[in-house]
Nanobody, 133 residues
Framework: VQLQASGGGLVQTGGSASLSCTAS??????????VGWFRQAPGKDREFVAG???????????YHEDSVKGRFTVSRDNAKNTVYLQMTNLKPEDTAIYYC??????????????????????WGQGTQVTVSS
């Protein structure tokens, strides 16, 4: 599976940005993949941002205090083989390279069986989001 991410760029604090990630598989195959978004800031580990299970009924975000939940929304369009990350109320600490990721139907980033980025099978090439203060 090849993942091609796009979007991002330079955004002001409080602004919004949208990321897209298209998979090089058939629409039917893509619909059977759980997908997710991660990010990595300079000098930091790659961290989980959002996950969306293959059926679209389960969505996951980090639970920690500074979570993106409430500001970021993950969604998918199986007809376009694409997963999206809509980001609002952006903060300077959201500055990072954002990666889309997948592995299989049952491995969902943030889900019950998720154990960390090391479990991801396929990564997109990453797209930079910079939030200016």
């Amino acid at each position: 599976v090849q993942l091609q991410a796009s979007g991002g760029g330079l955004v002001q604090t409080g602004g919004s940005a949208s990321l897209s990630c298209t998979a090089s598989v058939s629409g039917r195959a893509f619909s059977r993949l759980s997908v997710g978004w991660f990010r990595q800031a300079p000098g930091k580990d790659r961290e989980f941002v959002a996950g969306l299970r293959w059926g679209g009924s389960n969505v996951y975000y980090p639970y920690h205090e500074d979570s993106v939940k409430g500001r970021f929304t993950v969604s998918r369009d199986n007809a376009k083989n694409t997963v999206y990350l809509q980001m609002t109320n952006l903060k300077p600490e959201d500055t990072a390279i954002y990666y889309c990721a997948t592995r299989s139907k049952y491995f969902c980033p943030g889900g019950a069986d998720y154990e960390g980025p090391q479990g991801v099978g396929y990564w997109g090439q990453g797209t930079q989001v910079t939030v200016s203060s």
